[in-house]
C-alpha cells in the first residue's frame, strides 16, 4: 500500500519562495520515479518536474530555472523547492508515483501566489 503525504503549500506574494515535501510510505518508493503535478479550477493537471530513482530530473519548461525537485530515500520524501514564484504557478499541487503503470497521488496541497 502507497500513501503520499503533501505538506508546504500556502499563500505568498510573487517573487517569493516556497518548499513542497511529500512523505510517501510503502517500500516501492526508492524503486520508481517520484513527481510534482498541479492543477487549476477547469484544467488538466500538468507535470511540473519529475525525478528517478536515480535522481535524473526532468522540468516543465514553465519552472525551469525556478524549480527544483529532490529526493531523500533515506526517508522516502520527494521535495519541491519553488523560487521566483509567478501569479500564473497558483495551483494545487499534487505528489505522484508510478509503479508498474500505477499512479499514486497525495491529497494536494494549495499553492497561491497574490499579492
Known amino acids: 500500500q502507497v500513501r503520499l503525504v503533501e505538506s508546504g503549500g500556502g499563500l505568498v506574494q510573487p517573487g517569493g519562495s516556497l518548499r513542497l515535501s511529500c512523505a510517501a510510505s510503502g517500500s516501492i518508493f526508492r524503486r520508481n520515479a517520484m513527481a510534482w503535478y498541479r492543477q487549476t479550477p477547469g484544467k488538466q493537471r500538468e507535470l511540473v518536474a519529475s525525478v528517478t530513482s536515480g535522481g535524473t530530473t526532468n522540468y516543465a519548461d514553465s519552472v525551469k530555472g525556478r524549480f527544483t525537485i529532490s529526493r531523500d530515500n533515506a526517508k522516502n520524501m520527494v521535495s519541491l523547492q519553488m523560487d521566483s514564484l509567478k501569479l500564473e504557478d497558483t495551483a494545487v499541487y499534487y505528489c505522484?508515483?508510478?509503479?508498474?503503470?500505477?499512479?499514486?497521488w497525495g491529497q494536494g496541497t494549495q499553492v497561491t501566489v497574490s499579492s
Open positions: 505522484n508515483l508510478n509503479s508498474l503503470g500505477t499512479d499514486y
